[in-house]
Nanobody, 124 residues
Framework: QVHLAESGGGSVQAGGSLRLSCATS????????VAWFRQSPGLEREAVAV???????TYADSVKGRFTISQDNAKNTLDLQMNALKPEDTAMYYC??????????????????WGQGTQVTVSS
């Protein structure tokens, strides 16, 4: 049984910061790849940040330099620190994990497990 639960979303003014957390449970094989996605109404689900198998962190161009993904294997948590937030960052944010992939993908369809999402709203 695998369960993911995001928290930390909210409303913030442009330029502000939020830290999202994802509590995970279940076998370790379900978390070979871990990532944060976001989705706004009418838009495709977008990978924000991914941790590769070698530990390298990859980011969408739109958030590079502002967002940081981190993983604490001991606590089974996945976090996303978001700084210098912009109105276009407004979205529902999801943590996601996959059992296996040849590479940890930015394609949402490659992820097996998802949290319920946490809303981030950035006002101008």
């Amino acid at each position: 049984q695998v369960h993911l639960a995001e928290s930390g979303g909210g409303s913030v003014q442009a330029g502000g910061s939020l830290r999202l957390s994802c509590a995970t449970s279940g076998p370790s094989y379900s978390r070979v790849c871990v990532a944060w996605f976001r989705q706004s109404p009418g838009l495709e689900r977008e990978a924000v940040a991914v941790i590769q198998k070698d530990g390298r962190r990859t980011y969408a161009d739109s958030v590079k330099g502002r967002f940081t993904i981190s993983q604490d294997n001991a606590k089974n948590t996945l976090d996303l620190q978001m700084n210098a937030l912009k109105p276009e960052d407004t979205a529902m944010y999801y943590c996601a994990t996959s059992s296996w992939d040849r590479v940890c993908s930015t394609d949402y369809s490659r992820y097996n497990y998802w949290g319920q999402g946490t809303q981030v709203t950035v006002s101008s």
